[in-house]
T-cell receptor, first 113, second 111 residues
Framework: DSGVTQTPKHLITATGQRVTLRCSPRSGDLSVYWYQQSLDQGLQFLIQYYNGEERAKGNILERFSAQQFPDLHSELNLSSLELGDSALYFC????????????FGDGTRLSIL | SQKIEQNSEALNIQEGKTATLTCNYTNYSPAYLQWYRQDPGRGPVFLLLIRENEKEKRKERLKVTFDTTLKQSLFHITASQPADSATYLCALYQAGTALIFGKGTTLSVSS
């Protein structure tokens, strides 16, 4: 058990809809990362927050946004969903930001119909 | 452009043998290189971290080497077991950037 909790485990929705994925980091970790994993693209970094502030951005679409709250949990919002957004979305956490090991949740599987 | 390449083919070996997985990179100057294990439907699990000034790191049956001249890391699992079957991901950290993952190598150990 990594200590990182992601909800929901599965999400099925339709194109054009909006969803929110939630992540609770491991106790004591200040940094939260979001990744998208699809079969052909591997694990793609989306965005990182550290202690409530955005720290780094990857290939995150404008339709996607995230935030980290004062209690350090984080949410990833995906809007105007397209078929290609179907993927596994992982959250990870670490104590700080400088390339330390990351602890991953078991992901949210998003299916767009 | 920046690239991380892992063995593109799946690796199939017999129980008891040593599995060697390769991670090559171009146009990176990583401060750290990490290896993770991922089982189907689960999140990656951290295994080992090696710094740019370290040549080799060991943990139980696992060994990682890091050659910054060759721009390559090798990941070895000795005395492999069927339970080692999984996908193994290498990841690079370069100052000022996020951790970037390779696509992984799927290892299958048969008894």
């Amino acid at each position: 058990d990594s200590g990182v909790t992601q909800t929901p485990k599965h999400l099925i929705t339709a194109t054009g809809q909006r969803v929110t994925l939630r992540c609770s980091p491991r106790s004591g970790d200040l940094s939260v990362y979001w990744y998208q994993q699809s079969l052909d693209q591997g694990l793609q970094f989306l965005i990182q927050y550290y202690n409530g502030e955005e720290r780094a951005k990857g290939n995150i679409l404008e339709r996607f946004s995230a935030q980290q709250f004062p209690d350090l949990h984080s949410e990833l919002n995906l809007s105007s969903l397209e078929l290609g957004d179907s993927a596994l979305y992982f959250c990870a956490s670490s104590v700080e930001t400088t390339g330390q090991p990351q602890h991953f949740g078991d992901g949210t599987r998003l299916s767009i119909l | 452009s920046q690239k991380i390449e892992q063995n593109s083919e799946a690796l199939n070996i017999q129980e008891g043998k040593t599995a060697t997985l390769t991670c090559n990179y171009t146009n990176y100057s990583p401060a750290y290189l990490q290896w993770y294990r991922q089982d189907p439907g689960r999140g990656p699990v951290f295994l080992l971290l090696i710094r740019e000034n370290e040549k080799e790191k060991r943990k139980e049956r696992l060994k990682v080497t890091f050659d910054t001249t060759l721009k390559q890391s090798l990941f070895h699992i000795t005395a492999s077991q069927p339970a080692d079957s999984a996908t193994y991901l290498c990841a690079l950290y370069q100052a000022g950037t996020a951790l970037i993952f390779g696509k992984g190598t799927t290892l299958s150990v048969s008894s």
